[in-house]
């Protein structure tokens, strides 16, 4: 049997970046999906970020968000907020600078008002408008 263009995308997201094999099923949902996932972790590696904390915002906020409001994965390049924000997001995150909750919380901002994350971060400390 041929494996099919999402088989090859699961293995590499496993190789390329030591992701689950349910993690890398999710990456490889569709073409789209695979890209986003695939620039996000290429973001990681250039700022020296885990994949760890990068793939579980994408399995979880991301991928609920995206059926919150109902955008198709064909939508993600032009609706969702760019890779490297997520990033950022992530490995702060990751170094305990933000709840697993600060984080979903500062993702989910930053896709509504298209901000960077650091501006949102600011004016929380500043005591500034919040969601």
């Known amino acids: 049997m041929i494996p ?9 997201f ?17 073409p789209e999906l695979a890209a986003y996932v695939t620039a996000c972790m290429q973001e990681a590696a250039a700022i020296g970020a885990g994949s760890k904390a990068v793939i579980d915002l994408i399995t979880g906020v991301f991928l609920s968000r995206l059926a919150e409001l109902k955008i198709p994965h064909s939508g993600i390049p032009v609706r969702a907020p760019k890779p490297a924000a997520l990033v950022r997001i992530a490995a702060l995150s990751a170094a305990g600078k933000l709840s697993g909750a600060e984080a979903a919380a500062l993702l989910t901002e930053t896709w ?10 600011k004016e929380r400390r500043r005591g500034g408008p919040r969601r």
């Open 4 to 12: 099919s263009n999402r088989e090859r995308l699961q293995r590499m």
């Open 112 to 121: 509504d008002t298209g901000r960077p994350p650091e501006d949102l971060l």
């Open 14 to 30: 496993s190789r390329e970046y030591a992701l689950s094999a349910a993690d890398a099923a999710a990456a490889a949902a569709s």
